[in-house]
């Protein structure tokens, strides 16, 4: 009764030889009652992107010893500590500049040294992202050929702009994850900048934003530049410096355009990566 088989006694009445009225138990089975479960209130599973920071902190100590646990298994696999590489794809190739020596760190002194340590992989990021594209590579063999310690997936709009359900990108990401994770490469998630409070967007970039928070992994919010200000954002892309030679600029001028901002978002996340994992003591 309520939910369980136990047997149940019902009372049946009899008469006697005389007539007379006779209360006899009798054992009888009862079928169990469905309680149904509490209902649970409705949730939202959207996250709110604009309220996730730029880029994950690795004092977050369930992400660094994740992330520690990875790097850890790819020096035994030989990468290259140095060297990072971006595949999915080619928003990233903006970073390129911060391979050169026009940059300004005026605003950002500390995260010079940072660009100096990775500098082999800013100049080939996308000469990178074409070879594996030419050549028909799956991601996971791109990333492994390359060899580099940490890759940045961007995959979101290639998904979205084709067409493909969020279920499907969620599938073969996790995918990817794990194989990156079994290689010893850092894998760092990469949000979709915009539009800004697109519907499509926020469910591309929930998925993403879970996945990382499932696999504990880095994420770098691009979104976040544009939700804080609008005017960082072309559409779905980050704007664009008009003149180049303000590209790669970390002045207060150079950081009205979104790729500028970027690219200080990508250094940030590097910069946690090296300090806290690659090099905690250096």
């Not at 970073?95 to 002194?109: D, I, K, M, R, S």
């Not at 915009?194 to 499509?200: I, R, S, V």
Request: proline residues 9%; aromatic residues 6%; glycine residues 8%.
């Amino acid at each position: 009764i309520n939910g369980c088989d136990y047997p149940a006694y019902q009372a049946t009445t009899n008469t006697d030889k005389n007539g007379a009225p006779l209360q006899i138990a009798q054992q009888v089975q009862v079928a169990p009652t469905d309680v149904p479960p509490p209902t649970a209130p409705p949730q939202n599973d959207t996250i709110d992107l604009a309220g996730v920071p730029l880029f994950t902190n690795l004092d977050n100590q369930g992400v660094r010893a994740k992330v520690t646990d990875i790097f850890n298994r790819g020096k035994q696999n030989g990468l290259v500590k140095e060297d990072f590489s971006v595949i999915g794809e080619k928003t990233l190739t903006f970073a390129q500049v911060l391979g050169g020596q026009a940059v300004n760190f005026e605003t950002v002194p500390d995260l010079q040294p940072i660009a100096q340590y990775f500098a082999a992989g800013f100049p080939i990021i996308g000469q990178r992202i074409d070879k594996c594209n030419n050549d028909s590579l799956q991601l996971y063999d791109c990333a492994a050929g390359l060899n580099a310690a940490v890759t940045f997936i961007d995959l979101g709009n290639a998904y979205r702009l084709t067409g493909q359900p969020p279920e499907q990108m969620r599938a073969d990401l996790d995918n990817l994850l794990n194989q990156l994770e079994q290689r010893g490469i850092i894998p760092v998630l990469v949000t979709i900048p915009g539009p800004f409070n697109d519907p499509g967007v926020a469910q591309f970039n929930t998925v993403i934003a879970r996945l990382a928070q499932d696999h504990q992994l880095p994420l770098l919010n691009l979104y976040k530049i544009g939700a804080d200000n609008p005017a960082l954002l072309n559409g779905d892309r980050l704007s664009t410096p008009p003149d180049p030679i303000n590209a790669g600029d970390f002045s207060a001028n150079g950081l009205q355009f979104g790729e500028n901002n970027a690219n200080v978002a990508i250094l940030r996340m590097l910069k946690e990566i090296k300090e806290k994992v690659i090099d905690p003591n250096p």
